[in-house]
């Protein structure tokens, strides 16, 4: 599964709800499909998406999702082990999983020569693997019904879809834009 197409299908299963959204092309790529004032893109933020959506998790009642690369979750990697202790419900983790760097001329992660899933697991976390659409469809519905802390680990292909503009607004807006969306308000 393209990068692209698991994004389509995060957007429909998750995308009325609060979503905090990794840096780099996956932003851009998750923006191309309509821009939303409940998503978070962590425009140069590598390494801080899954503590951000803890944050948000913590601070809503409702469900939160997390789009996560697996470079950028290894950056972040220490968040697990807190996530393993406070467990919040609402929240689920998909970590698109492609082994490289797409934003980085596609150098490759740690998670090209390490099980990440399985380290996700060994910190004690319910995992769920997945290889295509149909399959992260299914796991994401499961993990909002089931009001249970889950982690989706969505193998996708490497590279970046052609065309993509990059996203040029000022962070803030966005941050702004979230918030405003969290509270009801209109920014």
């Keep these: 599964m393209k990068r692209l197409e698991a994004l389509e299908v995060i957007d429909r299963e998750l995308g009325s709800y609060p979503l905090v959204v990794t840096c780099g092309a996956t932003a851009r790529e998750m ?8 998503r978070l893109p962590l425009l ?6 899954s503590a951000v959506g803890l ?25 697990l082990p807190t996530l393993a202790t406070l ?10 999983d492609n082994g490289q760097h797409a934003s980085a001329d596609s150098m490759p992660s740690q998670a090209a020569q390490l099980d990440l899933a399985a380290a996700i697991r060994g910190c004690g976390l319910h995992t769920v693997e997945v290889g295509d659409v149909a399959g992260l469809a299914a796991a994401l519905a499961a993990a909002v019904r089931d009001d249970e802390f889950t982690t989706v680990v969505a193998r ?7 065309g993509i503009p990059f996203l040029l607004e000022d962070p803030v807006v966005f941050a702004d834009r979230f918030v405003a969306a969290l509270r009801g308000t209109q920014p």
């Design 156 to 162: 996708i292909q490497p590279g970046n879809a052609a």
């Design 44 to 49: 140069d933020s590598m390494g801080l998406t």
């Design 87 to 96: 467990r919040p419900p609402n929240l689920t983790l998909v970590v698109l």
């Design 31 to 38: 923006d191309s499909l309509g821009r939303r004032n409940n």
């Design 55 to 79: 944050g948000v998790a913590l601070g809503t009642d409702g469900p939160v999702g997390v789009v996560d690369g697996d470079g950028s979750l290894l950056m972040g990697f220490s968040i």
